[in-house]
C-alpha cells in the first residue's frame, strides 16, 4: 500500500511537470486541425520554406524577389475530402504584378494524383485585394477550390500538401493561424473573405503617354464599373473591370473628368472624385 501510495503522487507530479514544459500552443491546439504547428509558434517545425525567416512565437515571413518565390509548406497525410483551409495573411509590400497565393496539392502512393503536375494542384490568387499592414482571414473549402480550379470532381488521395505563397516579384507578406479541418457537409460553408469595405480606386496619375492610369483595391468578383463623364455630363469610357486585373489606362483629351465606381445600383455609385490633366 505505501508503494501505492508513492507512486501516485509521483504520476501526479510527473505530469504536472509535462503540462508546464510543454509550449501553450500544444496544450491549447485544436485537435481537429491536420497542420503542425499552423501559428508558427514552434518556428519552422513541420515545414517546408523558402525565403522564409520566423520571429520567436509569432508568425512566418515570407518574402520573394525578382528571381525567387517563397512559400510555406506541409504535406498531411489524409484522404478526406471534406477539409476546409484556412489562414491568416498581412501584406507588407508587393510591386504591380505580385501576388500573394493559396492553395494545396494531391497526391497518391507517393505521386501526384495526375502524372502532368498542373493537374493535380488547386489555387487560388489574391493580389491587390488587400490593404497593406492590415491582417486579412481567408478559408475556402478544398472541394470548392478543386472544382473551381480544375473544373471537375476532386479524384481520391492520400497525401495533401497546403501551402501560403507569395511570387516571384518583390512580394513580402506575413502568414499565421494556418489550419486544414474537417467539416460536415450539413454545415454551412463559410465565405472566403469577408468584406468590410467597397471597392475603391487607390491612386490614379498620368503616365508617361499623358494617359490616366487607374489601381483599383478590393474589386468584386464581377460588376466592377468604372464610369468617366466630361463637365457636361456626357459618358466617354465605361468598363467592367476583371477580378484579377483591377488597373487601366484611359486614353482621354485634356480636361476635367468625373470619375464614378459601381457595382450593383448603377443608380449609386460606390465612389466618385475628379481628375484632370493640362
Known sequence: MKK?????????????????????SFISANPENLVLNGDFSLGSTGWQTQNAQFPPGEYAWIY??????????QDISTSNKNLKFSFSIR??????????????????????????????YAYHNYH??????????????IKELWQDYQGTSMPDFDTIGVWVETSSTFVE????????EPYSEA?????????????????????QDGDFQFSFVYPYADNNWVKIYDMAGNLVYEVDMPYDNPNIIVDLPDGTYTVK??????????????????
Open 4 to 24: 501505492r501510495w508513492l507512486i501516485i503522487p509521483f504520476l501526479t507530479l510527473a505530469l504536472i511537470l509535462v503540462l508546464i514544459l510543454l509550449p501553450v
Open 64 to 73: 520573394s524577389t525578382d528571381s525567387m518565390w517563397s512559400v510555406v509548406y
Open 91 to 120: 501584406p507588407i509590400a508587393y510591386d504591380g504584378n505580385g501576388f500573394i497565393g493559396a492553395g494545396f496539392t494531391l497526391y497518391k502512393n507517393g505521386n501526384t494524383v495526375d502524372p502532368d503536375p498542373d493537374k493535380s
Open 128 to 141: 491587390q485585394n488587400l490593404q497593406l499592414n492590415e491582417w486579412y482571414s481567408g478559408s475556402f473549402t
Open 173 to 180: 507578406c506575413y502568414v499565421d493561424n494556418i489550419k486544414l
Open 187 to 207: 454545415e454551412e460553408e463559410e465565405v472566403a473573405w469577408i468584406r468590410d469595405r467597397e471597392m475603391g480606386c487607390k491612386n490614379v496619375w498620368v503616365n
Open 261 to 278: 465606381t459601381f457595382h450593383v445600383d448603377p443608380a449609386t455609385p460606390i465612389q466618385e472624385f475628379v481628375i484632370g490633366k493640362p
